[in-house]
């Protein structure tokens, strides 16, 4: 017989582990440092995480635009972590197999160790030179020099990669997606490259399951409304899923061209078809991969809708 609760009284608690603020406090804090301290960009990856908890995109800091470039890294946030010290540093130990998927890993990878009650935050890059490895454990020397500030942009600028200079990313990222960060990271890459494509403009990203995912806003010197060139950039996975798009999301009264990007490769005469979607629909089309092979293709058609912007302002 089921008990009555009627009449019993107290204050619900729901304790909260202290591993789990410590595990926060050190992701918001590395959080801080790369955002404030060196000025790149922090995205952390809370979904399937395999030991890659974000990744790094270094910022040039001349024009204050994405490079692509990026770095893996891993946070390690406790006391426990500093307690095999060394004359100049500290042991972080790790099992063996960890530190083979991060030395096999397609991005360069970072362990970053958290120090609570300091708030420091140490550096050490993972590679055959820092692991020594102990039969089925592992163990990475970090330097108490390596600690995290402006000053280490320096140090880590040249370990980050771009996806041309990693063959094994391109085949992974356009693969069919399975997890969610996926798709966002093949978008921060995208932004990247159009960034490189358009100097000065600016990007506002989405979430990745909405559309458009960005806005590339063009910088104009004129105050003139109709000299503000903005254009919505979708991602779609097949050339199906971009007629699908182009049906919901085109229009002739559009506010803004449409250029979906389709992230397969594609057979010459596809590619070819695409410039057959109905410009009256301001819906662009173009396939792109982070092998760099359909470059022109994507500025192809960044430039369409570009000029349907300019016959637009002329027509009002």
Same mark, same amino acid.
């Given at each position: 017989m089921a008990r009555d609760c009627r009449g019993i009284r107290g204050r619900a608690s729901v304790k909260v582990q202290r591993t789990l603020q410590v595990e926060r406090a050190g992701v918001a804090r590395v959080d801080h440092l790369v955002t404030r301290e060196l000025g790149w960009l922090f995205r952390e990856q809370p979904i399937a995480d395999m030991g890659i908890d974000a990744h790094l995109e270094l910022v040039d800091d001349a024009r204050q635009e994405a490079t692509g470039r990026l770095l893996g890294v891993q946070i390690k946030s406790g006391l426990s972590y500093f307690r095999t010290p060394t004359g100049d540093g500290w042991w972080f130990a790790c099992d063996a197999d960890h530190v083979s998927y991060w030395l096999g890993h397609s991005l360069p990878v970072l362990v970053f160790l958290y120090n609570p009650d300091t708030e420091h935050v140490y550096w050490q890059h993972v590679n055959e030179q820092t692991v020594v490895r102990t039969g089925k454990m592992a163990k990475i020397h970090v330097p108490r020099s390596h600690e995290l500030t402006a000053k280490s942009a320096a140090t880590l600028r040249p370990l980050a990669r771009s996806s041309s200079e990693v063959p094994a990313m391109a085949a992974w990222l356009t693969s069919l997606i399975e997890h969610p960060q996926? @798709?966002?990271?093949?978008? $921060? &890459? &995208? !932004?990247? *490259? &159009? $960034?490189?494509?358009?100097?000065?403009? *600016?990007?506002? !990203? $989405?979430?990745? @399951?909405?559309h458009p995912e960005m806005t590339i806003r063009f910088r104009s010197s004129s105050r003139d409304w109709r000299d503000r060139k903005i254009v919505d950039v979708a991602v779609a996975e097949r050339i199906s899923d971009a007629v699908r798009l182009a049906a919901k999301f085109g229009s002739p009264k559009r506010s803004a061209p449409l250029v979906i990007v389709i992230r397969s490769s594609l057979r010459h005469e596809d590619v070819a078809g695409l410039s057959n979607m109905p410009e009256r629909l301001a819906v662009f089309a173009a396939p792109w991969t982070t @092998?760099? *092979?359909?470059?022109?293709h994507l500025k192809a058609a960044m430039d369409r809708a570009l000029g349907w912007i300019e016959s637009w302002s002329t027509e009002e």
């Open positions: 996926q @798709d966002a990271f093949y978008t $921060h &890459l &995208l !932004s990247a *490259r &159009l $960034h490189a494509m358009f100097p000065g403009v *600016r990007i506002q !990203s $989405h979430h990745f @399951d909405e @092998d760099g *092979r359909y470059d022109t």
